[in-house]
């Protein structure tokens, strides 16, 4: 199964898809020149831009161009627009065959999983089993490269992840933009995804989410899974005009009954009602106001032997971890 739509050609005027057509052709006949009408280069790099968004598939091509004008007098007849290549031939044949087998290998694990958000999740979680973060790779912005190399960085990554998606029947296109940066703390360039599961638009950040979980331990930190527009636009800036309006967060497949803690207070609450029914351990998605992971652990632990205090004689030992905002208590 395969689903390929050309979401950004179609936020194109007549003449815009009418480069694309053209552009796209070329990159397909890995044509290196192609000749189209007078556009300025500004939007034929928009262009340019998504035709590789739409069409992940052409990882051989280099996200790089140069432009050359003719003119007839001072009137622009013509542009002519030549790419580079970053993989030849024979290496992009030899690629595609990597490419397919982790293609193959995740629609069998998909075999009679119906939900669309199922899916998503098991791709996601092959890019956090399988890639790392690349931050000198020159070809990091191919889907070729992270899929077959297993490194990239924001485009490539998330151009990979819609050629899979693509393959798996899971809606999904790139967006670009701006992101807030972890490391350097100013906003930087950055692209990562829009899907579409059960009729409903949602952000996907794959790049932040293996930032998130480095150490490749299960269970992973899903903090950028299927977001609206009101979470991910905390520290993301959409700058691509038509863009899906993403009016909710999602949930995580396996997380739907998780609930999500506000306060120490809620957390003795839930422990004791756990407590009652027989179980010893809790787990839920912290939303404590703490400024540091060890300072929630510590929150989370005080709460718990609050709570144990109140419905247990003698000694108790409570033990917690934690990924991200999924914490687990047990005693």
Known sequence: MTMTEEFWKARLDAGGRQCYAGIQSAFSMRRKTVTLDPVDQTKLMAICCAVLDDHPEYFYIADSASMCYHTL???RVSVELTVDEIYGRQETTAMRGVI?????????????????AEREKLIVDWFLDNISYEVNNVYNQSAGTVLVKRK??????????KLLCDRANVWCIVAKGK???TISHRWEPHAWNIVRINGEYFHVD??????????????YFYNYFNLGD?????DHLQERAGAPICLRDGKVPGQEDVKK???RAAIVREVSAAIATGKNTLTFLSALPVKSPQEMMNAAMSACSEALSGKRAGAFTVRVSAKGELVTLSW
């Open 73 to 75: 007098g001072l009137r």
């Open 261 to 263: 803690l506000t306060s």
């Open 100 to 116: 397919e087998n982790v293609a193959g290998e995740l629609l069998r694990k998909m075999n009679g999983v119906v939900s669309e």
């Open 152 to 161: 990239g960085q924001c485009s490539g990554i998330s151009r990979a992840f």
């Open 206 to 219: 794959v790049t932040f989410m293996i930032g998130s979980n480095m150490d490749k331990k299960r269970p």
């Open 179 to 181: 992101a807030l940066s």
């Open 230 to 234: 009101n979470s991910v636009n905390k």
